[in-house]
C-alpha cells in the first residue's frame, strides 16, 4: 500500500557529502514522523535523525552538526544531507516513517529497503 524508496547512497571519500532522498508512494493520506537509520553488519539499527511536522529535528550526537534533515510535505519526501563525513560513517541507511493511509486509522509504520554509504579513500 505504502512503499518508501530512497536514492542517493554511494563511496564517497572522507571529508566528502552525500545527500540521501526517501519518496513515499501509494495510499498515502498524511505523514507524521520521518527519520533515518543506518546499520551495519557489528551493530544494531540506530536513529541518525528524525524529524516532525512544525518540530525541531532531532539528532544522534555523533552526527549533529554535520548532518540535516529535512522534509517536503508536498512531495512526501525526506532527505539527508550529510557533509564531512567519516569512515565510522559507513552504513546501509534506512528510511521510515509513520504513514497514515486514511484520516480514520491509526499511522503505520514503513521502512524504505535501505541504501549502501560507504566512505573511504
Known amino acids: 500500500q505504502v512503499q518508501l524508496v530512497e536514492s542517493g547512497g554511494g563511496l564517497v571519500q572522507p571529508g566528502g557529502s552525500l545527500r540521501l532522498s526517501c519518496a513515499a508512494s501509494?495510499?498515502?493520506?498524511?505523514?507524521?514522523?520521518m527519520g533515518w537509520y543506518r546499520q551495519t553488519p557489528e551493530n544494531e539499527r540506530e536513529l541518525v535523525a528524525a524529524?516532525?511536522?512544525?518540530?525541531?529535528?532531532s539528532y544522534a550526537d555523533s552526527v549533529k552538526g554535520r548532518f540535516t534533515i529535512s522534509r517536503d510535505n508536498a512531495k512526501n519526501t525526506v532527505y539527508l544531507q550529510m557533509n564531512s563525513l567519516k569512515p565510522e560513517d559507513t552504513a546501509v541507511y534506512y528510511c521510515?516513517?509513520?504513514?497514515?493511509?486514511?484520516?480514520?486509522?491509526?499511522?503505520?509504520?514503513?521502512w524504505g529497503q535501505g541504501t549502501q554509504v560507504t566512505v573511504s579513500s
Open positions: 501509494g495510499s498515502v493520506f498524511s505523514i507524521n514522523d
Open positions: 524529524i516532525i511536522s512544525s518540530v525541531t529535528p
Open positions: 521510515n516513517a509513520f504513514v497514515r493511509i486514511n484520516s480514520y486509522d491509526p499511522p503505520r509504520h514503513y
